[in-house]
């Protein structure tokens, strides 16, 4: 029982990373496709960073890496204001496709110096406080959040809109990257191509499930991890297909997203902002 | 600096656009094979080589059988405004469709047809699916048809694994080989199935005909371009959008049905089965604007990218994924340089 609680919350880790990081960015009003490929990328770039300069380094470049793909998301959807959906998912394919074709060397190398999950863990769990109060106590998180819904009322006030999503985006995209560095160097210190594993899609769908609300993630996301630890678990032991607890993720955010609907998600959401229309 | 709309762009501004963003997209992917390793010059070179020899367009056509098939529909839907992401997942239930009729059902002259209407309907209704779920609860299509790839991909494995793994296969994932009545004819000695060949140029231009030459077709625009005008004007959107999701799931799956009854004669490992297609027709659908006339054109061209791929994976052995880099930089590239184009840069806050 308290190993399935521990593994919920080691498996619920990356989820619950991603899942904030795609939060802050829709606060924001942008919608955040990207998180599979962002994490991917990041995962390599956080390895490779390890082998080379340690693991305090592969942190740094998994985060780095992450806030910039988010950041270059931005240049899609913030300043050129194309399709959010169409950038979100271009960017995941980019991300896979890059890191599964730079990433062929590092396939199967060991990590001399793997990181403790439970730090990861840790971390992950502060920072979904750290974000509810950014969000709903600091002057910049009300910003952020009412750029999300209202950013014509928010400009008239002053605020930078894109400035605000350009923030959101690149502090969301470090946490995505975050999450892609625990699963390269804690979760399973290595590096394999597809390691990402349909995360970034659940990350996606927590949001709509956690409401757009950092707390509600936390639960969210330990809930899924502990999907995951009986899926791996009861493999074997029932009379039950192990494809069917394969699919059981993906099922679930289906049913996830019929019964919550986005009847909370903020107002501006996935609608590129334009002065003066 | 900001950008500001710009309602008329003059035609050489839009070109100079998307010649920057394609530029952009051909550095970006020399500097990716570049740190991958291998000469730029020689993976282009590589890349588009297979328009040059008569066995690569084979190759070529090959693979753009199910991406216009899949295209054509995605065109549709997209300009409809439903974003079906999910035509990997529909190509795969074809497949499955198809293959329960011709490895469990007596055959005859009737299998070819009822595998493809067993495959085609059974992904029609796995995108209807999708649609109700959008219709009724609210729930985004783009996250549902993208979550049923997984649930059809282990569907898949789980079939060819268990209960459908061949009597005659030792230890490989793929069902025993159709019966001769479920095989697709070919064009001369290659691998091209002529009859969804065929299907798919006719669906093209069907659905090209259907919207912008009948009134459905109107009110499919309509939804499309403004779905506020298309409310106030009391046109039904769910039957519309249920409308638009049964047509492109179902050709999805008739070309999954091409793939096993075509070339692979079985059931296998989904991978194996599409190949990345579902993806690639995305961007086969982006770059057609809405016209599923234009994927005519379109298919061949990324079928190029697909086939080209292939002799890159063979003669650099390079991973696979290059497609995908590929795809993702073609996107955003295609939606860049658009955006640029309406816009002026003006230089005051």
């Known amino acids: 029982m308290e190993e399935a609680l521990l593994r919920a919350v080691l498996f619920g880790t990356p989820i ?20 599979e490929g962002m994490m991917a990328l990041s995962a390599l770039a956080a390895f490779a960073a390890a082998l080379a300069f340690g693991p305090s380094m592969g942190i740094l470049a998994g985060v780095l890496v992450g806030a910039f793909l988010g950041l270059f998301h931005g240049i899609f959807t913030v300043t050129l204001r194309a399709n959010q959906f169409v950038a979100g998912l271009a960017l995941s394919a980019l991300g896979l496709g890059a890191s599964g074709l730079l990433g062929k060397r590092y396939e199967g190398l060991p990590l001399p110096a793997p990181l403790p999950e439970g730090g990861f863990a840790l971390l992950a769990f502060l920072l979904a406080f750290l974000l509810h109060a950014f969000l709903f106590y600091t002057r910049t998180g009300l910003y ?10 928010a400009d008239l006030f002053g605020v930078s809109v894109d400035g605000v999503r350009y923030l959101a985006l690149g502090m969301g995209g470090g946490l995505i990257g975050l999450s892609g560095a625990y699963l390269s160097l804690a979760y399973r210190p290595a590096w394999t191509d597809g390691m990402t594993a349909g995360l970034g899609w659940v990350a996606v769908a927590l949001v709509i499930l956690a409401a757009w609300r950092p707390l509600r993630a936390l639960f969210g996301a330990y809930f899924f991890g502990l999907l995951f630890f009986l899926q791996f678990r009861l493999q074997g032991s029932v009379p039950i297909p192990s494809e069917a607890f394969a699919a059981m993720p993906y099922l679930l955010v289906i049913l996830v997203l019929a019964l919550s609907g986005r009847a909370q998600a903020p107002k501006a959401l996935g609608l590129p902002f334009e002065r003066g229309r | 600096m900001r950008l500001e709309l710009d309602p008329s762009p003059t035609p050489a501004k839009v070109a100079w656009s998307y010649g920057a963003f394609f530029l952009l997209t051909f550095l970006l992917l020399a500097l990716l094979f570049a740190l991958y390793g291998v000469s730029p010059l020689r993976a282009f ?11 690569g367009l084979f190759e070529v056509l090959r693979r753009a059988v199910p991406l216009l098939l899949i295209g054509a529909g995605l065109s549709l839907a997209f300009r409809v405004g439903f974003f079906n992401i999910g035509a990997e997942g ?23 047809p009822l595998m493809f209407l067993l495959g085609g309907g059974l992904s029609a209704l796995w995108a209807l699916l999708a649609a109700w779920l959008r219709v009724r609860f609210g729930a985004s299509e783009i996250l549902t048809t993208l979550m049923q790839n997984y649930l059809a991909y282990y569907l898949v494995v789980y079939l060819v694994a268990g209960p459908w793994k061949g009597e005659r296969v030792f230890g490989f994932l793929y ?21 969804t060949l065929l299907l798919g140029v006719l669906a093209a231009l069907f659905l090209h005909f259907l919207l912008f030459r009948t009134p459905l077709g109107l009110e499919w625009r309509v939804l499309g371009d403004n779905p506020k005008a298309a409310r106030y004007l009391g046109l039904r959107e769910g039957r519309l959008l249920l409308l638009v999701a049964l047509l492109s799931g179902l050709l999805a ?18 991978a ?10 995305i961007l086969v659908a982006w770059l057609a604007r809405g016209g599923p006339l234009f994927t005519l054109l379109t298919a061949p061209l990324m079928g190029v990218v697909l086939a080209g791929g292939d002799l890159l994976k063979l003669e650099l052995s390079m991973p696979f994924r290059v497609v995908d880099v590929f795809a993702g930089l073609m996107l955003l590239a295609l939606i860049g340089a658009e955006a640029l184009a309406r816009h002026r840069v003006v230089w005051r806050r």
């Open chain 1, 16 to 35: 619950l990373l991603a899942t904030l990081g795609a939060l802050l960015a829709e606060r924001s009003g942008v919608v955040q496709l990207g998180v």
């Open chain 1, 144 to 153: 952020l959040r009412s750029v999300g819904e209202n950013p014509k009322a």
């Open chain 2, 45 to 55: 070179g590589l890349l588009f080589s297979v328009v040059l020899d008569p066995l």
């Open chain 2, 90 to 112: 529909q190509l795969l239930l074809g497949a499955v469709g198809a293959a329960y009729a011709a490895l469990f059902l007596p055959t005859g002259p009737w299998t070819l």
């Open chain 2, 175 to 195: 069902t025993d080989t159709f019966p001769q009545a479920a095989w697709l004819p070919r064009l001369g000695e290659s691998l091209v199935p002529w009859p």
């Open chain 2, 253 to 270: 799956g008739v070309a999954g049905v091409g793939e096993v009854a075509g070339i692979h004669h079985k059931l296998l490992e989904p």
């Open chain 2, 272 to 281: 194996q089965i599409s190949l990345g297609y579902g993806f690639t027709a």
